[in-house]
């Protein structure tokens, strides 16, 4: 089957340091990969994605490339901030169930000033 | 464009009521998905629709959970007698055909 496994939380930073989340996958297609945040009080919502090998999705400062050697696909931020605090989540999903997806387990990054 | 909308945001009842839970998806999407997020199991998919059918339900708890899509802008979770044990905070989502989903602001049921 299909799963998604995330770095064990929580994680604290303080302001400015480097974030890495550790994702790998394993699935029985060819999946696109996704990272979702849910920020305190909210549903969760798509922060990045990447379709295909070598792939790298970028948003807000966050970056993660697809790297099918490894069934990998790291988060990682070269400076965070206050605002970054939040679960974040890998997910997959293949294209021949495009509605359905597999999330990870979250994890919980706080960073203080 | 009005994103997924769900209702109450807020539920707190007492053990054995009936509980429902609403979700009206964003206009046009053709796939809706009801989860359950608490801290001892995460975000667990309860149950998915495509085209207002069910098309897996095998994550519904037990019994005492239902789920209808009467049309494409409405859906709801049903729970029926609730207990403690429920208290979570579901969430609706939805898409059109693509891996991305939208995920509405949450139900944070609580049941005493």
């Known amino acids: 089957g299909n799963s998604v496994t995330q770095m064990e939380g929580p994680v604290t930073l303080s302001e400015e340091a480097f974030l890495t989340i550790n994702c790998t996958y394993t699935?029985?297609?060819?999946?696109?990969l996704f990272w979702y945040v849910q920020y305190p009080g909210e549903g969760l919502q798509l922060l990045l994605k990447a379709t295909k090998a070598d792939d790298k999705g970028s948003n807000k400062g966050f970056e993660a490339t697809y790297r099918k050697e490894t069934t990998s696909f790291h988060l990682e931020k070269g400076s965070v901030q206050v605002s970054d605090s939040a679960v974040y989540f890998c997910?997959?999903?293949?294209?021949?169930?495009?509605?359905?997806?597999?999330f990870g387990d979250g994890t919980t990054l706080t960073v203080k000033p | 464009d009005a994103g997924v909308i769900q209702s109450p945001r807020h539920e707190v009842t007492e053990m054995g009521q009936e509980v429902t839970l609403r979700c009206k998806p964003i206009s046009g999407h053709d796939y809706l998905f009801w989860y359950r997020q608490t801290m001892m199991r995460g975000l667990e998919l309860l149950i998915y629709f495509n085209n207002n059918v069910p098309i897996d339900d095998s994550g519904m708890p037990e019994d005492r959970f239902s789920a209808k899509m009467p049309n494409a802008s409405f859906s709801t979770l049903k729970i029926q007698p609730s207990e403690p044990r429920d208290s979570a905070v579901y969430f609706c989502?939805?898409?059109?055909?693509?891996?991305?989903?939208?995920f509405g602001p949450g139900t944070r049921l609580t049941v005493l």
């Open positions: 989502a939805s898409t059109k055909n693509k891996p991305t989903q939208y």
């Open positions: 699935a029985t297609g060819y999946p696109s």
């Open positions: 997910a997959l999903s293949l294209n021949t169930n495009a509605g359905k997806s597999t």
